[in-house]
């Protein structure tokens, strides 16, 4: 039997059609995004993200919007799909990204490797690559990652401080001249006024949090949530008690870290130490 042609010329693909969605019932209703905001209580700049698919929201989310559209349950229903979707972020990832999308600031500490919201895409591409993805596969993911970073822009953008362990910096990328962007890249976002970034020596010794990457999101109803990385595994950690631990050495490495004015100086030494194409 032929597959059933659409009818509606609407995209099938489950995260597409729901970004479709929102913003089709918006204006029909006639709203501007800061209307959208206003009426149900949220930011309007996640609607924002939600229509143009950097982020999906929370089934909370879309569930009130299924009662101001009154679609009974139609925007929930897309969201379940398009969050199971098996193309889409996988599945350890999706809580995450919805809760980071709608963070008021972040915090992050960094054992190894830059976070996503730091990360150019030639470091995206190599980081990815040496994690096994290759193809179609590598190429969507590395749009993704850099999508995210326009979390961090803009007049509504959260606050974000990332620590990041000496060792992160002494990784270099293969290539040289790609190395040299991606810390250019860093000193410029550093100059954000809702970036703070500090940098771990070696000489700070043993501090509790050597084996472990983690983000700390406060959330608009006051809630701290931690997110904790390895190269295999990703964890979201809701319940309060682990949470205060993990903040509690993260306050310990924060206080043994460089000053941010410092530790630019020490990301701009460091591109000071990444040899130069003898042909320029």
Excluded at 12 to 31: A, F, H, N
Aim: proline letters at 6%; charged letters at 25%.
């Amino acid at each position: 039997m032929p597959p059933r042609r659409a009818v509606t010329g609407r995209s099938q693909e489950p995260r597409q059609r729901y970004v479709e969605e929102l913003r089709l019932l918006r204006q029909q209703k006639g709203d501007s995004l800061r209307q959208l905001g206003d009426a149900l209580g949220w930011d309007w700049s996640l609607f924002g993200k939600m229509e143009k698919g950097q982020t999906m929201g929370g089934p909370e989310v879309a569930q009130a919007l299924d009662q101001y559209y009154g679609t009974a349950g139609l925007l929930l229903t897309l969201w379940e799909v398009a969050a199971g979707d098996p193309t889409q972020f996988k599945e350890r990832y999706r809580r995450y990204m919805t809760l980071e999308a709608e963070a008021l600031s972040l915090w992050h500490y960094a054992v190894s490797v830059l976070p996503g919201l730091l990360q150019t895409a030639d470091y995206a591409h190599d980081l990815l690559s040496a994690g096994g993805m290759s193809g179609d596969e590598l190429t969507r993911n590395v749009e993704a990652r850099m999508g995210r970073r326009e979390l961090l822009e803009g007049d509504h953008a959260p606050r974000f401080r990332s620590v990041l362990s000496e060792a992160v910096l002494r990784t270099p990328l293969e290539d040289a001249d790609a190395w040299r962007k991606q810390l250019e890249h860093l000193i410029e976002v550093s100059k954000r006024p809702n970036v703070t970034l500090q940098v771990l020596p070696f000489s700070s010794g043993l501090y509790g949090l050597e084996n472990t990457a983690v983000m700390f999101l406060r959330l608009p109803d006051g809630r701290t949530v931690a997110y904790t990385e390895s190269a295999h595994r990703g964890e979201l950690i809701e319940d309060p008690q682990p949470v205060e631990r993990l903040q509690r050495a993260y306050d310990a490495v924060r206080d043994l870290a460089l000053s941010p004015a410092e530790s630019r100086k020490f990301v701009m030494r460091t591109l000071e130490e990444v040899p130069c194409d003898p042909s320029t």
